[in-house]
């Protein structure tokens, strides 16, 4: 298992310790949101260079110094050859699944060559990276840049159906209005049914609505279409949380057999025991 599996298994776990109990933003307070002024404070903090430097400090030091010759060599380059130093960082920071940079990194290379898919790079990024984090300034303003990046994306290609359901899902999250968010993926799935990223984003926030029912449905989509550990997961959630103990077994145990990962199997063998008494 590579290390983005596991930070994906153990981000899963983590996240439904805290998943039901916080509220989406804007749900609940409609009066904050992206549009916080603290929060608009905040992000002057927050450059390429900055979050670069941070994040240097968690990873393996040779790859740091790597990554410090590549951003001196980008500093120093202009056009096609910027724009291949710059693919080269974001393949470092990929590699060691430190996404916060490379989202600052996709931006830089759209300002450099305004291309869609640097946009929506841009704005996978900074989601990846947000939805990682803890509710914290950082998680904030990429939220924030998540967005921009989306419009940005959307403005260059409406029609994209993975633009839009990024853009959702940050408006969901990080803006004043919520419910325009839902909207947009729903239109996502209007149009495209089996959309598993739409989908299984649709599925999160019904769990965290506490909507079981529709969160079910929209799990058992995406294990039909693209079977994974952490839908699995989630469907067996949403089993537990409306009673039906037998079929979240079956989800949790699938859930397992998918993961092949220890920290998950316990944890899942743990809910298990307890849904067998």
Known sequence: ???KQIIVVVVVVALMGGLLARPIKGLVDENKGANDPAGEAASSAFTLQSVSEI???SINTSIAQEITTLEEKAKQANGDEKLALLEQL???WDDVAKFAPQGFIYEE???TSPKFEYWL??????RTAYTNLQDTAMSAELNRLAIRSYEKATELDENNLDAKTGLGAAMVTGSGNPMAGIALLQEVVAKDPKNIHANKTLG?????????DKAIERFKTVVELSPDAESYFYLAT????IGLKNEAIAAFQKSKELASDPTLSQFIDRRVEELSK
Do not use: P
């Not at 790079?121 to 900074?126: E, I, L, S």
């Not at 999160?204 to 079981?212: C, G, I, T, V, Y």
């Not at 949403?238 to 949380?241: A, I, M, P, V």
């Open 1 to 3: 298992m590579n290390t």
């Open 55 to 57: 994040t240097k400090q």
């Open 90 to 92: 974001a393949q470092k």
């Open 109 to 111: 290379m759209a300002k």
């Open 121 to 126: 790079k841009a704005g996978d990024a900074y």
């Open 204 to 212: 999160l926030f019904s769990l965290q609505s506490r909507q079981f």
């Open 238 to 241: 949403g089993y537990e949380n």
